[in-house]
Nanobody, 116 residues
């Protein structure tokens, strides 16, 4: 299974970015897709996740600003990031969790930099 993330970049505070992550290489359905981020010196943290049924979960720091969505036919997850802050600067990783067979996979990461 491969996850290909895209959409990162440099943006000014208050701006927006949209991340995408496409999964390929498995014929099974992805149960949960999510976005995590890791800033230098920090642990990787959950940004948002979404189940195959559309149930979402967000980290406290992004609630009300970020929106996660997915296209099950395309095995793709999106992260719309609005009102970006300098503290959102990090490498963003997508993750796919399968139930059949039980497994999880990470994308390669995409850099998001928010300037003040």
């Amino acid at each position: 299974v491969q996850l290909q993330a895209s959409g990162g970049g440099l943006v000014q505070a208050g701006g927006s970015l949209r991340l995408s992550c496409a999964a390929s290489g498995s014929r099974f359905s992805i149960n949960t897709m999510g976005w995590y981020r890791q800033a230098p010196g920090n642990q990787r943290e959950l940004v948002a996740s979404i189940t195959i049924n559309g149930r979402t979960n967000y980290g406290d720091s992004v609630k009300g600003r970020f929106t996660i969505s997915r296209d099950n036919l395309k095995n793709t997850v999106y992260l719309q990031m609005n009102s970006l802050k300098p503290e959102d600067t990090a490498v963003y990783y997508c993750k796919a969790i399968y139930i059949v067979p039980p497994s999880s996979y990470w994308g390669q990461g995409t850099q998001v930099t928010v300037s003040s």
